[in-house]
């Protein structure tokens, strides 16, 4: 009986001090697909709640319609894997990929129906270690306001219910107000390669972390899972710090991507990976958010370092973007030649050098 009373006690106390840990998914790549900004054959391009327009960074010179083709967004096809120099190649380069891979439409298949996240990497095949970073196709922002885009990508103004939001909350890549992370879920399919998988977060000072979540030596879907070896769950063995609210800003998280590790001694060649989402236990930072002065509609200061960071993130894509831009427009279109054994194709070719 004493015993039993003891370890409800231990039990109750344990969770007074966890009493204010949260679990949230920090990115979920089933909300990540195309709606929106329609290519010529009216197929959607963007994702309407993370599309961004880079156009900013264009001359005059450019129409209306070309600008277009300068959004981007979260949409699963926009992001990126960027090889180490060991793994670049031109190969590589041109086949690594990702991609929105379809789930079956079956009961018994879970997130049926859904898109997840799908990702090719070509690592080499002699023995050197390689990595991958499968990054999104610009950097997460934490103080981007919530508002809705209309079918073409462009930004409307926010409704009432919609301020005081940000744009990347809810699964979309940020989470706010983060003290002492505890653990890190991702939810992903294995092909039993036995790569490394790590989660790639900032914080909000800019600061790039990654955490390993264990190998990929799997078949079918898996939550891998990070635990904190340092968190103190006794409160009155931790360490109290104390940091100014204000100008600081509330802490923050956001997610920078994933990184694949290929040992030198694995298999070389594809590798293929599934992902779902992401998901983060907690401690809160600030146990009230909610403060008596709207300090930031008095003095400005977050918002102005926070627009700085924005200008400069959409300066440094926007370029990018434009220039991917002219030099899709420089492509050649053609995969045949016209044939000069007929009279037909010495006119067209005349034709075509008229031209």
Known sequence: MKRTLVLTAAAMLLAGTLGFAKTTTLIDFTLLDADSVADENGN?????????????????????????????????????????????????????????APVKDSADVP????????????????????NAKIVPPY???????????????????????????????????LIR???????????TMGDN???QLYVLLKDNDGVERRYLMGNLQFDGWKELRWNNPDYITEVRTREIRVYPIYPRGTPSIRFAGFQVTRDAADI???????????????????????????????????????TDRRNGEMSRFGNKQVNRFIEKEKMATEDTFVSSLSDEGDQSGSTSNEK
Not at 75 to 86: F, I, K, M, T
Not at 141 to 158: C, I, V
Not at 178 to 185: D, R
């Open 44 to 100: 959607p391009t963007q994702n309407s709640r993370t599309v961004m327009d880079f156009s900013v960074a264009a001359g005059a010179s450019f129409t209306s319609d070309q600008k277009t083709l300068m959004k981007t967004s979260l949409a699963l096809p926009e992001w990126e894997v960027v090889l180490n120099s060991s793994a670049r190649n031109v190969q590589a380069v041109a086949l690594s990929q990702v991609v929105a």
């Open 111 to 130: 997130f049926a129906g859904k898109n997840v996240m799908g990702v090719r990497v070509m690592f080499p095949t002699w023995a050197n270690n390689a």
């Open 139 to 173: 950097d997460i922002l934490a103080f981007e306001p919530l508002s809705d885009a209309d079918e073409n990508g462009d930004r409307q103004q926010p409704t009432d219910e919609q301020k005081g939001k940000y744009l990347f909350e809810d699964g979309y890549g």
């Open 177 to 187: 107000n983060v003290g002492t992370i505890k653990s890190i879920a991702v939810t």
């Open 193 to 195: 390669f036995p790569h």
């Open 268 to 306: 070389g060649s594809d590798f293929i990976g599934y992902f779902k989402d992401v998901k983060v236990i907690y401690d809160l930072a600030v146990l009230n958010a909610d403060r008596d002065i709207d300090e930031e509609d008095l003095w400005g200061i977050v918002t102005k370092k926070e």
